[in-house]
């Protein structure tokens, strides 16, 4: 039997493959596991991506964008939908309804679509492994321009899983931290610098369809815990994160 295209693969994980094709993408990933693997993989990022953005793109565009040139429309659209998609998920930690500021939007959307791209990841769900903690913290200090840690989150059973260095919104470099509980529950910590805060090191809470994310800055260091867990849960483990960085060295 044939391996079937790549484009087609995908098309069999977004439920977008009809007929023969489907058929024999089917019957592919039925005898080949990694195959198989990676289709689940994809299914997974889809429904975590569409969980984060489909409630947004489904708004409609507000008139006086509708009236712009398209290409030009499309743009703003795009930015009032992030925008609005930030502000609706701005709940601070003790359950009022408040504003996120504009900063706090980029960081805590930057770590949403990060978890959402890399959690679902079987065989690389991180660039540099835990066993390799040292040179991890040590490359990604230097990539950020500060040193940084990775706060050990055992004590409420989550293992490190490694790192990886992202792009930052906007210039710059972020990290982000993995870490999986016995279960296979992963939580992954955003950070990037160059941040700026009202609201001092406060807790904020944001959820959307299940991710959940308690994001804070300390100094000009912006930090987001997410992870598809009940508040309560998600707070002890921001609480251990936040009591971890801040230990004395």
Do not use: C
């Not at 993408?25 to 953005?53: K, S, T, Y």
């Not at 712009?68 to 609706?88: H, I, M, S």
């Not at 930690?93 to 990060?114: D, F, H, M, N, W």
């Not at 890399?118 to 990539?143: G, I, M, T």
């Amino acid at each position: 039997m044939k391996r079937p295209a790549d484009e087609n693969l995908h098309a069999l994980a977004d439920g977008r493959l009809e007929g023969e094709a489907r058929r024999e993408a089917e019957a592919w990933i039925a005898q080949n596991p990694d195959d198989a693997e990676r289709v689940a993989q994809w299914r997974q990022q889809g429904r975590a991506l569409h969980a984060l953005f489909d409630p947004v793109r489904e708004e409609s565009m507000p008139a006086r964008l509708a009236a712009l040139p398209r290409p030009a429309a499309w743009r703003a659209a795009a930015a009032v939908a992030w925008v609005a998609l930030g502000l609706g998920m701005g709940y601070a930690a003790r359950g009022l309804i408040t504003p996120a500021p504009q900063p706090e939007l980029v960081l805590l959307r930057s770590a949403a679509v990060a978890h959402a791209a890399y959690v679902p990841e079987v065989r690389h769900p991180v660039e540099v492994a835990a066993d390799q903690e040292a040179h991890l913290v040590a490359w990604l200090s230097k990539r950020l321009g500060t040193p940084i840690r990775a706060p050990h989150l055992g004590a409420a059973g989550y293992a490190l899983l490694g790192g990886r260095l992202l792009p930052a919104e906007g210039g710059g470099n972020a990290a982000q931290f993995m870490y999986q509980s016995a279960t296979g529950q992963r939580v992954t910590l955003y950070l990037r610098t160059g941040e700026k805060s009202n609201t001092g090191t406060a807790f904020r809470y944001a959820q959307q369809d299940g991710l959940a994310v308690f994001y804070w800055v300390e100094g000009d260091t912006g930090y987001a815990l997410s992870g598809q867990l009940e508040r309560e849960q998600l707070l002890q483990l921001a609480t251990l994160a936040y009591r971890e960085l801040n230990a004395a060295h």
